[in-house]
Nanobody, 127 residues
Framework: QVQLVESGGGLVQAGGSLRLSCAAS????????MAWFRQAPGKEREFVAA????????KYLDSVKGRFTISRDNAKNMVYLQMDSLKPEDTAIYYC????????????????????WGQGTQVTVSS
């Protein structure tokens, strides 16, 4: 059974940094694209960042480009989201997710393509 467990969320002041981690288990990790999504109160879940199965390609939501960095360590079955220069509008529950199908491009990655989700970790940015 596939499990994704996020950690690293918390409360931070605007301009600060957080590093989210996601530990994956239950199937071969290094052949599936991984992504982070977020959901703020009263809003739909939105894509934040994705990394290809091999780690060579990344994709970001426009509003986080230059501030967030997604990475993965296939040897450790981990994916990370380094978040710098945080803004109050980044406040949300952040979810780690894995692609449903192996070896897929991240160019067309979306919520409906994700096969498994973590439980989420709260990120709160105060002004």
């Amino acid at each position: 059974q596939v499990q994704l467990v996020e950690s690293g969320g918390g409360l931070v002041q605007a301009g600060g940094s957080l590093r989210l981690s996601c530990a994956a288990s239950g199937r071969t990790f290094g052949i599936y694209a991984m992504a982070w999504f977020r959901q703020a109160p009263g809003k739909e879940r939105e894509f934040v960042a994705a990394v290809s199965w091999g780690g060579s390609s990344t994709k970001y939501l426009d509003s986080v480009k230059g501030r967030f960095t997604i990475s993965r360590d296939n040897a450790k079955n981990m994916v990370y989201l380094q978040m710098d220069s945080l803004k109050p509008e980044d406040t949300a529950i952040y979810y780690c997710a894995t692609d449903r199908t192996p070896f897929q491009t991240i160019a067309t990655l979306s919520t409906t393509r994700m096969g498994y989700w973590g439980q989420g970790t709260q990120v709160t940015v105060s002004s």
